[in-house]
């Protein structure tokens, strides 16, 4: 690939996307844990995101982006939209290379994710989620700026970072003498994840988990077309999968990789927030755990080497206790 087409905001990820991302973060970033957990006598295993210092895998995909970026790009600054953990992803990577940040996020997001979003030196413009565009207002932002916009899943940076996730899973099983994964269900808002874990496992069979409400990718998938939320206003606890609707980069990989889609609810994404805090002794937010309650919930039928996404941990504190108390 030249180095035109490397900057064409235009291009395809794809796996040697992938294999140098993950060159990239394993040299800022170590390998978060691959951590077995038994349910029922067959044994799942869970990449703990939550324990990257975002609290989120958001940081892989903001990290590959940000350092592909050009000195004259840099210098204009990033736009980013996110619910939270997107934004504390590229709030981190922008605070560490010392380019600008700006994120939009909407205005009922949880306070720990905005708290932490400023800490890192962004600013942060405010959105309401049912009644406006947040891709309105970052393209507003970047039409003044010049600034780069860095999406928080329709984008070939992104989620190639994103697979870096798989590259570590299949290495990480390699060192205990297991093959595969035979089997990857991951948490899905835009499909960022998925799609970069989609490319770089190749061979793992595929499969995704949202929110009762916001299965939107679900239905794309049945479609064969994008479809939005039906209700940007149902409500739900998984603040980190509302989004309103996937983008073409991300379907394209998804409808020929995605083998079964499953909606969870509420009560069943709250057990598997108090599994993975009595078995594993860790904090997975609701979002985060949704790929683990589709499994749990017996709507996802587990394979010999099945891996799960526990893709954040950022919740706060009042919220935690009422889903798992």
């Not at 970069?196 to 916001?214: K, N, Q, R």
Request: charged residues 20%; negative net charge; glycine residues 10%.
């Amino acid at each position: 690939m030249t180095g035109q087409e490397l900057l064409s905001p235009g291009r395809k990820p794809d796996h040697a996307g992938i294999v140098r991302a993950a060159a990239k973060i394993t040299k800022i970033l170590p390998q978060t844990p691959l951590l077995p957990l038994e349910i029922d006598g067959i044994t799942l295993w869970c990449k703990a995101e939550m324990l990257q210092p975002v609290g989120a895998f958001k940081i892989r995909g903001a990290w590959h982006r940000l350092t592909d970026l050009t000195r004259e790009q840099q210098a204009r600054g990033v736009v980013g939209v996110s619910s939270g953990n997107h934004a504390q992803g590229v709030a981190w990577a922008a605070k560490r290379l010392g380019i600008a940040a700006t994120i939009v996020m909407p205005s009922n997001a949880p306070k720990t994710k905005l708290d932490a979003t400023r800490a890192y030196g962004a600013d942060i413009i405010l959105y309401d989620r049912a009644t406006e565009s947040r891709d309105e207002i970052a393209a507003g932002l970047i039409a003044k700026s010049g600034a780069t916009l860095v999406h928080a899943y329709g984008d070939p940076w992104v989620i190639e970072g994103q697979g870096s996730a798989g590259i570590e899973i299949i290495d990480q099983l390699k060192d205990r003498g297991l093959g595969g994964p035979d089997q990857i269900v991951a948490c899905c808002g835009g499909g960022g994840l998925a799609a970069g874990l989609s490319l770089a496992c190749p061979d793992a069979e595929m499969v995704i988990a949202e929110p009762e409400g916001w299965d939107d990718v679900i239905r794309s998938l049945e479609a064969d077309e994008i479809l939005p939320v039906r209700d940007l206003g149902y409500p739900t606890k998984c603040d980190a999968l509302q989004t309103p609707q996937t983008y073409p980069i991300n379907f394209e990989v998804l409808r020929h990789r995605v083998s079964k889609g499953v909606a969870v609810s509420t009560s069943e994404v709250a057990a598997a927030m108090r599994l993975v805090f009595e078995k594993l002794h860790l904090v997975v937010e609701p979002g985060g755990a949704v790929a683990l309650a589709a499994v749990m919930s017996g709507k996802v039928t587990a394979k010999p080497i099945t891996v799960v996404t526990l893709s954040g941990g950022n919740v706060d504190r009042d919220t935690y206790i009422q889903m798992v108390g």
